[in-house]
């Protein structure tokens, strides 16, 4: 793994989204290496320093942990280049289980790592 590569954890994907979709369709259908975006908030209702995550498909799948929002999105705001990708989905091989999302992040420029580089599916 890259040495200035972290692991966080999201919160937030059980439920659905404003629009109908569903954080947990969208979890089933990601695989480690799959690329995601961290996109600030300022207007949520909730949270003004929410920092909301995305797939690649641009579906909301949950959010950082407040503390580790206000951390990201003031990287966010000043223009770190963050760059995010799937490490894992809890929960994944359990049939019916609530699924969980572990993202791999680098602040620095490059490519977060896995321990193993995952074959990736080609984009639908």
């Known amino acids: 793994m890259g040495c200035n590569d972290f692991s966080l954890p999201a919160v937030g994907e059980v439920y659905d989204n404003e629009d109908g979709t569903s954080r947990q369709d969208e979890l089933r259908l990601l695989v480690p290496?799959?690329?995601?975006?961290?996109?600030?908030e300022p207007d949520n209702p909730h949270d003004r320093m929410a920092v909301a995550i995305f797939t690649a498909r641009g579906v909301r799948v949950g959010y950082l942990r407040r503390d580790r929002a206000v951390w990201v999105?003031?990287?966010?705001?000043?223009g770190y280049p963050i760059n995010v990708i799937v490490e894992r989905v809890k929960g994944a091989h359990l049939q019916g289980a609530k699924l969980g999302l572990v993202m791999r992040v680098n602040m620095d420029g490059e490519e977060p790592e896995l321990d193993e580089q995952p074959v990736r599916r080609a984009a639908a």
Not at 33 to 40: E, H, I, K, N
């Open 73 to 78: 999105g003031s990287k966010i705001d000043r």
């Open 33 to 40: 290496g799959d690329v995601l975006a961290l996109v600030r």
